[in-house]
């Protein structure tokens, strides 16, 4: 039954904001709670864990490609993270920042500051005075976790210096009296950032989110297509389609999702009330720059097309 396009604009957007649970959360969840006290109980308090000494905590780089999922598992885990979340004692105690455009140190502080409610702050203002006013920030807002999210954008200003000063601002909040444990995400190559100087890349533990492979991921895929069919009142497919989604998404949870998503929203506005290898195909075509006959959806031998070529983040490199 053709549905308007009112209705299916809202069962998409109720599709949209679900939340798919993998193995994937316990991760990022178990790394955190690595850099937290403990109360008696054994349960993790907002209160950093400090090493060498008592001088420091710790810092937490989380990587994966794009399209995995990376930026909406990290935000989960936060917000519902007991100790840190939205329904931790006395509110939230993360705050969460993107890399901004330019990504240079002043510019970072300034939008850490933002983020915060800080009242804006003065453009003549001296970088290293910005981060004083940073540290000072965090520690009056209780903030126990500063995640960056898109770290990886760091390269974008090409100066090895700039980040080289970044990296010592960073060492600077886990130094700070109270210090502030640092949650870096993007692209693998954030690791060769990180990397730039050997005891700054020490103070952080590294987190790459395996990749999306039937025998971990197969049953739960496919009860999500069965779970979505069922929320957009449409017929799951006849046949088997999650190896398929699975090498299309080039082995991304994120990118699985929103494949599938896509197939429905093809299905529901063609008026059909039966979700096929057809509609995968269609939406799939849509957004890649590839013939029927590199379509997995669509090809015999799926599994022999290549997907890989521009697509691999590994392949980028740092300016120098």
């Given at each position: 039954m053709l549905k308007s396009e009112f209705e299916i604009d809202n069962i998409l957007e109720v599709l949209r904001h679900k939340f798919v649970t993998t193995h994937r959360d316990a991760e990022v969840r178990?790394?955190?709670?690595?850099?937290?006290?403990?109360?008696?109980?054994?349960?993790?308090i907002a209160v950093p864990v400090r090493f060498s000494g008592g001088r420091e905590a710790?810092?937490?780089?989380?990587?994966?490609?794009?399209?995995?999922?990376?930026?909406?598992?990290?935000?989960?885990?936060?917000k519902t993270h007991p100790a840190l979340g939205l329904g931790a004692p006395g509110g939230p105690r993360y705050l969460a920042v993107t890399v901004p455009s330019p990504a240079t140190l002043k510019?970072?502080?300034?939008?850490?500051?933002?983020?915060?409610?800080?009242p804006d702050v003065s453009e003549r203002?001296?970088?290293?005075?910005?981060?004083?006013?940073?540290?000072?920030?965090?520690a009056?807002?209780?903030?126990?976790?500063?995640?960056?999210?898109?770290?990886?954008?760091?390269?974008?200003?090409?100066?090895?210096?700039?980040?080289?000063?970044?990296?010592?601002?960073?060492?600077s909040l886990l130094e700070a009296d109270p210090p502030v444990i640092l949650l870096l995400s993007g692209i693998p190559i954030l690791h060769e950032i990180v990397a730039f100087e050997g005891q700054k890349n020490r103070r952080f533990a590294k987190?790459?989110?395996?990749?999306?492979?039937?025998?971990?991921?197969?049953?739960?895929?496919?009860?999500?297509?069965?779970?979505?069919?069922?929320?957009?009142?449409?017929?799951?497919?006849?046949?088997?389609?999650?190896?398929r989604l699975i090498y299309a998404s080039r082995y991304r949870f994120g990118m699985c999702i929103e494949n599938t998503l896509n197939a429905i929203e093809e299905?529901?506005?063609?008026?059909?009330?039966?979700?096929?290898?057809?509609?995968?195909?269609?939406?799939?075509?849509?957004?890649?720059?590839?013939?029927p006959d590199c379509n997995p959806f669509l090809a015999i031998k799926w599994a022999c097309i290549d997907l890989t070529e521009g697509t691999d983040p590994?392949?980028?490199?740092?300016k120098k």
């Amino acid at each position: 039954m053709l549905k308007s396009e009112f209705e299916i604009d809202n069962i998409l957007e109720v599709l949209r904001h679900k939340f798919v649970t993998t193995h994937r959360d316990a991760e990022v969840r178990h790394e955190i709670d690595r850099l937290l006290r403990r109360d008696a109980d054994g349960a993790p308090i907002a209160v950093p864990v400090r090493f060498s000494g008592g001088r420091e905590a710790r810092g937490i780089v989380v990587t994966c490609h794009p399209g995995d999922g990376k930026s909406t598992i990290i935000d989960h885990v936060l917000k519902t993270h007991p100790a840190l979340g939205l329904g931790a004692p006395g509110g939230p105690r993360y705050l969460a920042v993107t890399v901004p455009s330019p990504a240079t140190l002043k510019a970072l502080g300034c939008e850490i500051l933002r983020v915060s409610g800080y009242p804006d702050v003065s453009e003549r203002r001296e970088r290293w005075s910005i981060w004083r006013l940073v540290r000072h920030r965090l520690a009056a807002l209780g903030v126990v976790v500063l995640l960056i999210d898109e770290a990886h954008d760091l390269r974008s200003n090409g100066s090895v210096e700039e980040i080289m000063d970044i990296l010592c601002a960073f060492k600077s909040l886990l130094e700070a009296d109270p210090p502030v444990i640092l949650l870096l995400s993007g692209i693998p190559i954030l690791h060769e950032i990180v990397a730039f100087e050997g005891q700054k890349n020490r103070r952080f533990a590294k987190l790459e989110l395996s990749p999306v492979t039937a025998p971990t991921e197969g049953d739960k895929l496919q009860q999500l297509i069965v779970d979505f069919c069922r929320c957009a009142d449409i017929a799951p497919p006849e046949v088997d389609v999650v190896p398929r989604l699975i090498y299309a998404s080039r082995y991304r949870f994120g990118m699985c999702i929103e494949n599938t998503l896509n197939a429905i929203e093809e299905a529901l506005r063609h008026g059909d009330d039966r979700l096929t290898l057809a509609h995968f195909a269609e939406a799939w075509a849509a957004v890649e720059s590839k013939g029927p006959d590199c379509n997995p959806f669509l090809a015999i031998k799926w599994a022999c097309i290549d997907l890989t070529e521009g697509t691999d983040p590994r392949q980028w490199k740092l300016k120098k």
